[in-house]
Nanobody
Framework: QVQLVESGGGLVQPGGSLTLSCVAS????????MGWYRQAPGKELDLVAV???????SYAAAVKGRFTISRDNAKKMVYLQMNSLKPDDTAVYYC????????????????WGQGTQVTVSS
């Protein structure tokens, strides 16, 4: 069992930046793939960014070039640096552990955080 706790959400103006953090505990391995998903009101859960145990990253087209995912294995943490935020980025952001990446296919892991709200508004 892996426990995940996100932090760093909040209200930010368009064009602003936020950094989300996720700390893992329990039966977590540094080889586990980690990712961020988001869910806007009335919409489905969407993948935002993924980082493998080897540090390889991939991003949704909507955030590529603006968001950066990273991890610190010593601290069992994963981060999402979000720049040039837009109102469309407003959502609850969830950390996910245990992701599997098979070429172009990404399978969600079993472990989820409670989510952190990001609101982009003037």
């Amino acid at each position: 069992q892996v426990q995940l706790v996100e932090s760093g959400g909040g209200l930010v103006q368009p064009g602003g930046s936020l950094t989300l953090s996720c700390v893992a505990s329990g039966n977590f391995s540094n080889t586990d793939g980690m990712g961020w998903y988001r869910q806007a009101p009335g919409k489905e859960l969407d993948l935002v960014a993924v980082i493998t145990g080897n540090g390889e990253t991939s991003y949704a087209a909507a955030v590529k070039g603006r968001f950066t995912i990273s991890r610190d294995n010593a601290k069992k943490m994963v981060y999402l640096q979000m720049n040039s935020l837009k109102p469309d980025d407003t959502a609850v952001y969830y950390c996910n552990a245990g992701l599997k990446v098979y070429g172009m296919t990404i399978l969600r892991g079993r472990s989820w955080g409670q989510g952190t709200q990001v609101t982009v508004s003037s």
